[in-house]
């Protein structure tokens, strides 16, 4: 490994890492021949000498359309331990690898915990060092296994290392480490290298090796080989077709027996060793034995594993199936078809390989393998059958058809890249209104595009009303629905408001039925709000329907129903979760937000983490802004200045920031109240009144009114009461028109705290009554600012009573910069201030608090661990430092500990 000191150094430290307990994960990545593979060698001896297991898989590009099967590989050494995992794990586990018959095919993030635990349970005995090498070709449903472990390995003996080619390693990542990308060597390293290699090449061909292999380690190995002296091999070809040039080269000196046995190894490299010799005699028209296989080992072309045999490197089986004509290609693709008849997957993949040209029989049975998958719940296996048989059809509309489906399943699977590739090879001129609408709504979920919204908005009002009018009222509504989310999340105008409701209102549709009332909360709030509202007080919802409750949940969130919206999002969650639906689950804890306006920041702040992970994991984009958000909020309110801080830069910087005002406008009240804090008001109220402004980028035309407290606390400290009276002026009329909580509350609070001097303590007393019961921290604001005006009115022994009740109130949800403003003000008002009780968010982080609640309330590790999709050691070693924290010694006094800490949130 010469040239390589700083990356193995890396490696090696990692590892040591993972043996003392603290696993993680990273991903090598670079050019073909730039040596990743060999880097991945040189790491597995030292992990075997410091005593690791070693478990290895490797990407095929054969093996891309059969799920799970590198995950198979990776774990055969490991399989016996299969049988001791808790049953739902076992049963995952023994249905994605087909041992099991079952209907459907369990959720990828299922299978990724009951691998996290196969794996936990075998770290906990021996260290292992898991190891997938060309990540770009491993099947989808296996790589996503892969991104869940390595994203848990932190409190594990794991090491987790890949190795991607480059462009396309961002799409592999497991996200955890920097990753590493591995550039070719610098001049002294490489030749080093070349000299180590070929010691006695003469100068001139020793000078035109090095500038042609441009540092690249394969080639320095490989080139010398090739030449024999001869420069007018290295020619000017790109580095990559050289190496398989030379690679190819070398099977000259070998039979023609051999030649044939290594191109079968090439077509296929995982099929058994007896079929590929039976392949190579059926295209030799003779008995093919072993001698081939030697004959290729002995020409250092091949290596033996065990039972299997493997090419010495990726590039010489990609070199010697370019260098086969087209006439050995195809038979050897028919005759492993021939000799594949128990494997009937595989045998699909060489017959559609074999084919050129439309054969419409072999698409129709390839449809059929899919309908098959699709129906066994294996949406994975029917995409790319799906990819093939649209390659062998004649008629365009019917090849665009059957693109349309594999892009859906590629989409429902959350393989971006597959479906981003069948969406650009689908021709739009040969749609139908319900195929349209359908490709509208796979690339609105696979790729948010935030540019030109009014007209995105409009281009899916008026497919879904295509589609409708077809016949396939389901994909219209699903389609309508994303253009009503989109009115919400980018604020869409008056204009594309009123196309959507009016487009839902042309098809007649149930008044109560939750799509409704949930397109019609996030296009036309002001003018269907207090009929929205009343229906929603009517809906008796299906709780196991987790589509109808985060149906209900959202629609109550975007218009300020936050104890309605927490309730129902909670239920949500719950299903999600227990159907392993991570993508879902990040979608129902965006009903973080909401809580915070609860007094709920514990639980805000565990589902706002939780949010951001499972976001970042299943690429739910919108979702992230919304759940980042929501932690910033968080963090301002318990005055944590630097995470806040350091959670509204992450947002700004996000890619679809700019075009989506709900972010925009949180994000404004997390930098308002950082300034509030502070003590500078004035730069806070221009913060503020930003979101009211229609002309500015932060604004939002429903959100806003979550600001409008603030604007008025800011009104007060900076002197500006006479102009947030006028920013205000619109919200009586619109609380009338919308009377949400957030309405309310906005109303009372600001009537309250910008009422003249004459009228406040009546002011007070009326919003006090109006406020709705579970916004406590509303409630605590108001007796704060009440105190205050108090004191201004020389009535020191008045206000201590609202200023202490505001204190006790800021305390218990752990409000601190809130708290300290009461008690200044009650040490002001001739009252010490009380001693501020530790709140047990301010010991514990988010996750470390889901888990101690889940524990006092008598859920064992293994539950917590599929309630949280970790494993059940990584919740043994966070109770081990809960317990510390809390001052107790076993699980029994958790329940006791958190009680003592703190109350339990107010109940929604």
Not at 17 to 22: E, L, S, T
Not at 36 to 53: C, E, I, N, V
Request: proline share 6%; glycine share 8%.
């Amino acid at each position: 490994m010469i040239g390589r000191d700083e990356e193995l150094r890396t490696l090696r430290d990692l590892l040591a890492d993972a043996a003392a307990g603290h696993g993680s994960a990273v991903l090598v990545h670079g050019s073909a021949g730039v040596g990743k593979s060999a880097l991945l060698r040189t790491l597995a001896t030292d992990a075997t000498d410091s005593g690791f297991r070693i478990l290895r898989t490797s990407g095929v590009e054969t093996e891309q359309w059969l799920p799970f099967a590198a995950l198979q590989l990776l774990l055969q050494p490991a399989a016996r331990g299969i049988k001791n995992l808790p049953t739902p794990h076992r049963l995952a586990l023994n249905a994605a690898f087909g041992a099991t018959e079952t209907e459907t095919e369990p959720q990828v993030f299922r299978v990724g915990l009951a691998v996290l635990e196969l794996l936990a349970d075998a770290a906990a005995r021996q260290p292992l060092l898991i190891l997938a090498d060309d990540v770009q070709w491993i099947d989808s449903s296996s790589r996503d296994v892969l991104r869940f472990v390595a994203r848990r390995t932190r409190d594990h003996a794991i090491l987790v290392v890949g190795a991607a080619r480059v462009p396309s390693a961002a799409s592999y990542s497991p996200g955890m480490n920097p990753d590493m990308h591995l550039q070719p060597l610098d001049h002294t390293a490489a030749a080093a290298l070349l000299d180590a290699c070929a010691p006695d090449l003469p100068p001139p061909v020793r000078g035109l090796i090095l500038d042609r292999a441009a540092g690249n380690p394969l080639a320095l190995v490989e080139l010398p080989k090739a030449v024999h002296g001869a420069p007018a091999h290295l020619d000017d070809l790109p580095l990559t077709q050289r190496l398989e040039a030379a690679f190819a080269a070398r099977t000259d000196s070998v039979s023609g027996q051999c030649r044939t046995f290594l191109l079968a190894l090439a077509t296929e490299p995982t099929a058994p060793l007896g079929k590929l010799l039976d392949v190579a005699g059926r295209l030799c028209d003779a008995t093919v034995s072993a001698a081939a296989l030697q004959e290729a080992v002995d020409a250092d072309l091949v290596v033996l594993v065990g039972r299997s045999v493997e090419f010495r490197h990726p590039l010489m089986r990609s070199a010697i199936y370019t260098r086969a004509t087209v006439t050995d290609r195809l038979a050897t693709h028919r005759a492993l078809a021939a000799v594949l008849e128990d494997s009937p997957d595989r045998q699909l993949v060489h017959l559609a390989a074999s084919t050129l040209g439309p054969d419409e029989e072999l698409a129709a049975r390839l449809e059929r393998f899919a309908d098959g998958a699709q129906a066994q719940g294996r949406p994975a296996a029917a995409v790319p059958a799906l990819r093939q048989a649209a390659e062998l059809v004649h008629d365009a509309r019917r090849r665009t058809g059957i693109l349309v489906r594999a892009a859906e399943l590629a989409s429902e699977v959350n393989d971006r890249v597959n479906t981003q590739l069948l969406l650009g090879r689908a021709d739009m001129g040969e749609l139908g209104p319900p195929e349209r609408a359908r490709l509208m709504l796979v690339s609105d979920r696979s790729a948010f595009e935030p540019d030109e919204p009014h007209r995105r908005i409009l281009e899916m009002v008026t497919t879904a009303a295509g589609a409708f009018d077809a016949g396939s009222a389901g994909v219209a509504e699903d389609l309508l629905w994303r253009a009503a989310a989109r009115c919400f999340f980018q604020d869409g105008d008056a204009e594309v408001r009123a196309r959507a409701t009016a487009e839902l209102d042309r098809w007649h549709p149930g008044p109560d039925a939750p799509h409704v009332l949930t397109v019609r909360a996030y296009t036309e709030p002001y003018r269907y709000g207090t009929d929205v509202l009343a229906r929603l007080d009517g809906v008796e919802p299906d709780r196991q329907d987790g589509r109808t409750m985060h149906f209900l949940g959202s629609g109550a969130m975007v218009v300020g129903e936050c104890a309605r919206a927490t309730r129902h999002l909670t239920v949500a969650a719950a299903a999600w979760r227990a159907q392993g639906r991570l993508g879902l689950l990040a979608r129902s804890l965006a009903g973080s937000w909401p809580r915070v306006y609860l007094g709920q920041l514990d639980r805000a702040r565990e589902e706002a983490g939780e949010g951001v992970e499972l976001a970042e994991e299943t690429g739910e984009s919108i979702v992230w802004l919304g759940v980042k958000a929501t932690s910033g909020l968080v963090a301002v309110l318990r005055g944590e200045t630097e995470e806040a801080e350091r959670a509204v830069r992450d947002l700004r910087t996000h890619h679809l920031f700019p075009g989506m005002p709900f972010a925009a406008v949180m994000a404004t009240q997390v930098d308002g109240l950082l300034a509030l804090f502070d003590g500078r008001p004035a730069e806070a109220y221009e913060m503020f009144a930003r979101a009211f402004d229609p002309g500015d980028p932060h604004h939002h035309s429903v959100s806003c009114w979550l600001l409008a407290p603030d604007l008025a606390d800011a009104a007060v400290a900076a002197g500006t009461v006479d102009r947030a009276r006028e920013l205000l002026s619109d919200l009586p009329e619109l609380a009338e028109r919308l009377p949400s909580e957030m309405m309310v509350v906005a109303r009372a609070y600001t009537d309250a705290v910008l009422a003249p001097d004459e009228t406040a303590e009546k002011a007070y007393a009326g919003a006090l009554d109006a406020l709705p019961a579970a916004w406590t921290p509303a409630r605590a604001r108001l007796h704060l600012h009440h105190g205050r005006w108090l004191r201004r009115q020389r009535r020191n022994v008045d206000a201590r009573t609202p200023l202490r009740l505001a204190r006790e109130e800021f305390d218990r949800i752990g409000t601190q910069p809130w708290a300290e403003m009461a008690r200044e003000q009650l040490r002001a008002a001739g009252e010490a201030g009380g001693r501020r009780h530790t709140n047990t968010s301010e010991r514990l982080s988010a996750q470390e608090m889901q888990i101690a609640v889940l524990a006092s309330q008598g859920l064992s590790n293994r539950e917590i661990g599929q309630r949280l999709f970790i494993s059940h050691r990584t919740v043994g070693a966070h109770l081990y430092r809960i317990y510390p924290r809390l001052g107790i010694t076993s699980r029994g006094k958790l329940a006791a500990a958190l009680a003592a800490l703190r109350e339990d949130q107010p109940a929604v």
